[in-house]
Structure formats: C-alpha cells, structure tokens
C-alpha cells in the first residue's frame, strides 16, 4: 500500500440522484409539530432518493421499455396484492396461491379493510401452529410476462387532477402535487383529501409539517395534533420511512417514540387507532401477535399474566401490508421448496470432478436440498458457475442471475455459455430467460441467484412465487456488502434461520486488493504489501483537493501508470451531495474527460451515465443522442430510450457513484473519494464494497484521517427489523410429517 505526501502529485507508478430540495408543501401557517429531528431516515438504501414533491408529474402510460422492465417486474407482486384484495372477502382456496400463515393473514386484512372485525379483535386470538406448507400445488393460472402483460400505472383523468389541483390550492401546497396525488389516491383523490387532509403524506417526499399545514387550512379550528386522521397517517408514515431503511416491521415502542416527537398526547391509543383502522398490522416478533400487550399498552397492566421472572419480554412489531404478505409468501414459497426436492440425480461425479472443495461441498449440498445458501467473495463466484456447469451435465435446466449487466457477463463467462446467466430483472420480466411453462413457473430445475444480499423481500417473493414445485434454489453472495435497496434482509434472514444447508467458500480473493478487503470483512484495515502499486492511498486536506486528485487520478496518472483507461476507471464515493459528492465529482470530470454544453437536459453525446429504472437498479450507459421521444442510451450493448419527462429523475452522469449504486458490479481499476466531511457516512459495509469493486487497481483519496479504522472496527452493518427469520425458524421440515 503506497501513501503519497499531501500536495504531492498522485502517480501509482511512483508511489443515488441528489435528493431535491424538499418544497412539497408550503405550509399556511406555522408547523403545528417540531422537527422530526431524529425520526428523520437517513438515506442508506442504495441509491433509491425521493424527487422533491413539488416537481413531480402525473405519471403516464407508456409502454414499458426494456429499461423500464424492472419497475413492472416489482409492480406485479403489488398488483396481484391488490387482485386478491378485491376478490370476494372469503379465505384463499385450500392448495392455490398463498396457504398457511399468509392465507390467514389476508383474510385479517380484508376483515379489518371491510369492517367486518376491529383490528384489535386479532391481538388476543389463540395461536395456532404453522399449517403444513405445500407439497403439490394446484397450478396458478398462466402468468403473463410483466413486460408485456402488467398493466401500466394509473394516470391521473384532467378532471380529476383539476380538482385536487383546487384542493391543494386552498390547502396552500403546490398544484404540481396534483398528478402524484390523483395517481396514489385514485379519482377521488380530491374527496379524500378534503376529508382527510393529512392523506398528503403518503405522496413521497412530503413531511409531517407540511401535511400539518395543509391540513390546518382546510380544517381550522377542527385541525389539532391528536387528531385521529393525524394519527393513523403518522404511524402509516412512520412505516412508510422505516422502509426505505431497509426494515419491514417498527417496533411499537420506537412507533410510539417517534410519535411523541410529533406532539401524540397519547402514542399508545395513535397506535391502537392505526392498527383498527387497517393502516398497520401488528406481529409478536416475527409472527402474528397473538397473546401479546396491545400495541398501545405499557405492560404495566399485564399482572398476573405478563411476563414472568426470567422471561423474555414480548416484542410487538408493527408492519405494513404489503411486506407482511411478501414476508409471509416468501417463507411460503421457501418451505415449498424445501419440501419438495427431487433427490433421484445421482450428483457425485459432477462432485468429484468439481475445480475446488468448496465447489464440490456446494455441488453435494445443492443434490439433496431445495434451497441452498452459499457465500464468499469475487473468486467464490466461480462455484456457483461450476454448479450451473454440472447441471447441465446431468441434462437438467439450469440457470444464473446476477445483480446486474456485469455481474451476468462474469458469470456467464465462468459458466462458458452466455445462455446461462441472466439479470434478475430481465428473468422476472421475461425479458430474457427460459420463458414460464403453461402453469406460470419458470421452466427451471435450477435456479443459482448470485448478489442474494441485493434481493429485497418483495422481490424475492416474486421470484419464489415463479418457481415450480422441485426446482432448487441457490442463494449466493458476499455478506459483508451492502444491502439491498429495498426492505428486506433475505440472504441474511435464511443464513440465520438455519433454514437450510449453508456453504461458505474457502476461496479466498487474490492479490493486495483481496487481501484488503478481507481484514474489512472481519473488522480489520491493515496495511498490505502491493509491489505492483494494486493500492495507492494519496492523502488530502479538503473538499476542494479531494476532487482534483481525483480528477488527476482518472484522466492521468492511472491511464499512464497502471494501464487502464479513464473508461475503465469508476470513482465512488460516500453520497451525492457535498463539495465532493457525485453531483461535483461528476461535474468536475465532465469538464475534463467529455467537455460540452449539456444540450441534451445536461448531457452530451459520449457522457458517461446510469439509468435508475427503478430504486436500487442503476444500469450504467453512454449518452448516444437525444430527439423528440428522449435520451437514447447504450447500456451494456441495449438500446434505452428515457422519455424526456423521466431524464431528470433517473439519469445521472456516472463517472463517480455512490457504493450503494456500485454494488454487484466491478471494474479494473476503481478511486474511492473519502472527503473530511464523509466521515459520519462510513461504516465497515460500505467500506467493504467500495473497496472491493477494483480488480486491477484501487486508490484511496484517504481525508477521513483515524474516521476510516473506527467505521471498519467500530461501524458493523445497520441492523434491519424483519420478520422473515422467524417465520422460516417456524417451517416444517423436509421430513417433518
């Protein structure tokens, strides 16, 4: 590792969109809460920012582009929540669709959605062991590819716009809500507005205080802090930004805690109120919370039967709809999968013949087991490749998906076939893949998913829902990354389930770079030797240095020296905003590397960017040109074209990403920028991934001084409250009766 002397010039052979301005509302008065302070979320989920409300439009209709596919892809399993929404409010058919848990936790949600039965008649209900999971399915009806067939998302009707427009005009918020509005909340969204004004926060990027104000000039004197509108739309809000944490379920104490800081006199009953009117669903950690203390109470009243010496005290957890079911399908789907593994392929000659230990271990395991998980770093990935190869072998249809355009092409290059390897989101589109058979299933008898720590719940749900009865499942992943944009931990919650057999390579990373991050990964920076100049660090003093040494670095001391082009060389760095952020690093080597006027909405034929189809998805292009249908991009060898009212919110030039945006994907050589004010943004997951997405080459722009060593020893990865542990700690298993 080579550290150059500040002011020094740097030579290797010597030595998520910025998040807008928040003006969604302008409130008519005062806020009649303070600041959410702490209840703020802090933006960690992978590149995924929130427009600033104000100007944002209604959405259209178009038809889906290739681009695009991802967003269909994740809007299915939320349509087919809806459908079953809106079917008759009966239990689900015994054999089709969700079963168990998940069948009785819909028909929970459509009493309470119905009025049939308060929400709080579901806390005291006798708990009752898991059903038995499925074995043989009845078949689903065909399932349409999402590309081709998912329906396109509501647009606003003039008339209706017009009229939330007037509402939001009297309300002092500004009418470009109006599309957003009517999109959300359907035609009625005037009508529901008027009465229930606080409905504006589930528009994103809209706060408390805004909504409080909204709501304070179209009620007046019947506007107070405890109102029970205010109420059960904090708590929805509060849920809603827990999300984007990462977390698919709040603690009822944080819930009331939050809600004490927006001036709730009684956070218990807010709640209580929440839960009734069918806005959240209440779970005893990790399963529906029967027996428990209502949400509201403080446990002081349970007497006799509360909590005995020596007890555990029971954790109440609150949770949205939508995850609940993607939780409770998911471990549906998985325990499926595990029940119903065909065992008969005599799988110990591709063991044998596997090109490691770890290889083979996984070959054996993946032989006798529905689900697999397996982890390890770079090099590790060329055994879930062997798996795919020896598969194929047996005559059996197997096939890889990565995270991203990169990651399939190392794939497929490590299979030998590019048939074999896809992205996630194109299989789940249907875009690319084997198609799905008559009963909806992909026609898969393996399916190997690479980047697993990348896979949110609602995804992984979808996923499992497409695979038919016997497929085996591989999880495959580098633990120590950054997680996925979306809520959910679902590599992570199967590891720690025990759900399944768990395969960790014993193939370590090669060279300076490997040897790295590996101490990181165990809470180590350690120097390494690296004869070839793999690491260079090169101090700075500032901001202001900072982004010149990394201009200096990519445009010409590591073409010169190490051999890779500026092309081929990413920047990272720890966010978007800031004096050497991604919006000024970009901006800076713009003007240096591809020089113009920007007369594409900022872009310029040959700029390098990333198309954000979705939150979470970036897929890195070049700017071709620009005409009256939008911005043509080449993304890997794929034609995208981004209509001219989307450019803004979903392509960002790309020389410098964030880690988050970056993951799932490699380059050869690599410049993290780690400016003084970066510090509070580190923590050992991020340095983790930023550091290992080099392959050739890595330099540190180090002016975090001792910032760096503490987040890699002291900064382990953010927890995420999810419930899909113990719903999978709770399966049957393969031999259970």
Known sequence: MTAHPRGETPDPAAGDHEAGEDTGVRAANPPATPDEGGAEAADDNGGSEESAPGTQEAPEAPALSEAEAELAAQRELRRRIEQRKAEKAGPVAAGTKLSGTAADLLAAVRAVESGEKPGTDFFDSPVS??????????APAARPSPAAGQPAARAASPEAAASVAAVLAEGGAPEALAGPATATLGEGAAVLLREDPWQLLSLPGVRPEQADGFARALLGAECGPDDERRAAALVGWLLERAALRGHTALDADEARTALEGFAVTDPGEAVQHAVAEGVVLVFQDGVDATGAEEPGGTGEEAGEEGPQAGEEPVRVLLGLDRYALAEESLA????????????????????????SPSAGELIRAASTSGLVAHSGGESARAEPAALIAAAHGLGLRALGTAHSADGRRRLAEAVGDARSAVTLSALLSGEDGPGR?????????????LDAPQLDVETAAMLVESLADGTRLVLSGDPGVLGSA?????FADVIAARACPYVVSRTPDPGPIGELVSGIGIGELTQVEAPGKEVVIVPVRDAGEAVHRTVQLVADSVPRAIGVPSSDTQVITVGHGGSAGTTALNAALKQRLNPGPGRFGGFDPGDRVVHVPAPGRAVPGSVVSADAEGLHLDCSGTPVVVAPDRVEASVRHSWALSAHQAAGMRWPAVVVV?????????????????????ERHLSVVHGVDQALPRAVAEVPAQERTTRLRPLLEALPGPDAS
């Open 486 to 490: 979306g809520a959910g931990r679902v």
């Open 437 to 449: 058979d008559a009963d909806g299933a992909f026609a898969l008898d393996l399916l190997v998913v």
């Open 332 to 355: 549906d789907g998985l325990g499926r999968l595990v029940n119903s593994c065909d065992k008969g392929a005599d799988w110990s000659q591709a063991a044998a013949a596997a090109p």
């Open 674 to 694: 780690l400016p003084g004010d970066a510090a509070q943004g580190l923590s050992r997951p991020w340095v983790y991934t930023a550091f290992s997405r080099g």
């Open 129 to 138: 062991a898991p059903a038995p999971r499925r074995t043989a399915p009845a």
